[in-house]
């Protein structure tokens, strides 16, 4: 299910993408995917599942992500501000 997204998407679109993503992968419940839930704290994801997620976003994206890009990402909003910041490149 890796569609690569358009630079159109609404943060609301990538939202839903990364719910399905952290649900699929991580079986992490979306109802717990908010913008201001802590990857770590929050939805208990290692530096592991970091790599895993950063991957699952280079997909979701077709960009290669550098990992300066993913390296101050905490919270799911963080990870809709670097998608949004891939697509605008």
Known sequence: MSAILATGISDEDILQRLRSVLHETFEIDPARVTPAAHLFTDL????????DLAIQVQEMTGMRIKPED??????VGDVIATVRTLLER
């Open 44 to 51: 208990e994801l290692d530096s592991i599942d970091a790599v």
């Open 70 to 75: 993913f390296k101050n990402v905490r919270t």
